[in-house]
């Protein structure tokens, strides 16, 4: 299977990096550091032991890019507009998209962009960043997990699981509500919360005050996935999130970072695409609300947007 | 009638002061500037003329004082609990003691620690604020309401409204409970989101994220209110106060001043207590609970309080 990768960084440029490492045929878009990769190849420093690709398949515009059985989409969820012009050079009659992204109604939209595009979600469970061109830092953790969301072809989404797994990444196949909505358990409260108060996952768990508000923060979500039908989610997902976090080192989530870093923030996938789904359907989500909010006026202000 | 003035700052000296510079006998307790008042007097910069009281009955401990007729509180409610030995110097049998003070439930603790005492609430609308020894800077607005919360001598806080009138201060009688959740709701979304985003009341109204926040968090004001049975708390007095607010200087309300310059902030009174009242009967306030959450956070973080 010949695979594209759209968005060449923290996530995109891990999960490519490893497919074409254990020798899949993987094609990389890149952005700002075509020019470096193109030199000087990609380099992975992880924790699992660095490795480099060089060559690179790699390409300054997806109109130069071969069509893919699968493109992984790794960037950030504010540019997915830019997909309507940047998937079709790699769409074949069957091209299976995954998007590796974080938060709510992502196939949905790209589903209504693309009515017969097959679609499945990826879900990755990684810290990584990429603070260099070509370098990419991969801190910990690595799983990712593949919900099919529009895929007729099961085998398929089997194959790209089998693809990870022989790269030796952790894979698995989930349902898909299920695991975009037990995802939203702990991004939704951690991301926003650490922009909030410019603090860090440890120190919202060290305080009982924003304890407890994280904790009611996500009973929200899953009272919402509740109430829409989504299957499997209970409270006690809360306290295991919870307790998951507290064993975690300090730890900015990616919302955080990209505040840090000025850039703009995923606030439409994390929050608002969740709260209006749940609203729609008369559950509303008010700390989870006043959240979004909060970090409109803070996008707004410090980033200008 | 004899005053005695507790918390000779930004509002009790500035009430105490107009009420002695038109010949009533006020007597004021002090404590870092009581030696510079000692010698200097009191001087009253004001939007409606300046004024000077030299000498001024001051006093740096309420056991050297009288006993009075009238006492105005004008204490962070943070300090209350020292109102358990402040207070029993000048108390005689029919005192009233006014608190002039932000927030829920300060007179029921008050009559938790004296039975038997008289007690009222007075609510300040007034900018002003003490940023030197002695001086006091009355910037706009002024009224004092004063509503009665266990006085039996209907005629003295009558006699207290009088002497404001005389004293050039606007000044009403209201109903207690009315009053005090009114003014919670400007003051609880105002106060914290101020901190919490810090920023001033112009930029959350500027923003239609954070107008529609302070909207829907005055409403869970005005709702718990009527939930509780208060009289003529209706959903348009939230319009009322955003257009006013409107129509306000950019503003710093007090708990902004006390979080900038280091001081505690009166989450108890002006969170904690309205928020528990609304709960015990079954009322809840999400987003302002958040509200107290985050602040709560944010006074242990910079204020280590």
């Not at 299976?96 to 879900?123: C, K, R, S, T, Y």
Request: glycine fraction near 6%.
């Amino acid at each position: 299977m010949r695979y594209g990768i759209i968005g060449t960084g923290a996530i995109g440029g891990y999960y490519g990096s490893k497919l074409a490492h254990s020798g899949k045929d993987v094609h990389f878009l890149l952005h700002k550091d075509y020019e470096y990769v193109r030199e000087h190849g990609l380099h992975v420093h992880s924790c699992d032991g660095d490795f480099s690709l060089n060559p690179v398949q790699a390409y300054p515009d997806t109109k130069d890019m071969p069509v893919c059985d699968v493109v992984l989409v790794g960037l950030k969820s504010v540019n997915n507009g830019l997909l309507s012009h940047l998937l079709p050079p790699l769409l074949k009659e069957d091209t299976l998209v995954v998007l590796i992204q974080n938060g709510i109604g992502l196939e949905e939209d790209l589903q209504a962009m693309f009515p017969h595009l097959q679609i499945a979600a990826g879900l990755a469970f990684i810290c990584s960043s990429k603070t260099e061109p070509g370098v990419i830092r991969h801190e910990c953790y690595g799983s990712i997990n593949i919900g099919n969301y529009s895929c007729k072809q099961e085998e398929k989404v089997l194959a790209v699981r089998d693809d990870f797994l022989q790269a030796g990444v952790k894979a698995a196949l989930v349902e898909y509500r299920e695991a975009r909505w037990k995802k939203a358990v702990w991004n939704m409260p951690f991301n926003g919360m650490t922009v909030a108060l410019n603090t860090t996952t440890d120190q919202l768990l060290s305080h009982p005050s924003t304890e407890r508000l994280i904790h009611d923060q996500m009973l929200e979500v899953i009272h919402a996935a509740q109430h829409l039908g989504v299957q499997n989610m209970h409270e006690a997902f809360a306290d295991k999130m919870i307790q998951m976090t507290r064993e975690m080192v300090p730890y900015s989530p990616s919302m955080k970072l990209d505040f840090d870093f000025q850039r703009p923030m995923e606030i439409d996938y994390l929050y608002t695409k969740p709260i209006e789904e749940a609203r729609n359907a008369g559950f509303s989500m008010p700390k989870l609300e006043m959240l979004e909010n909060e970090l409109r006026f803070i996008q707004h202000r410090y980033l200008n947007k």
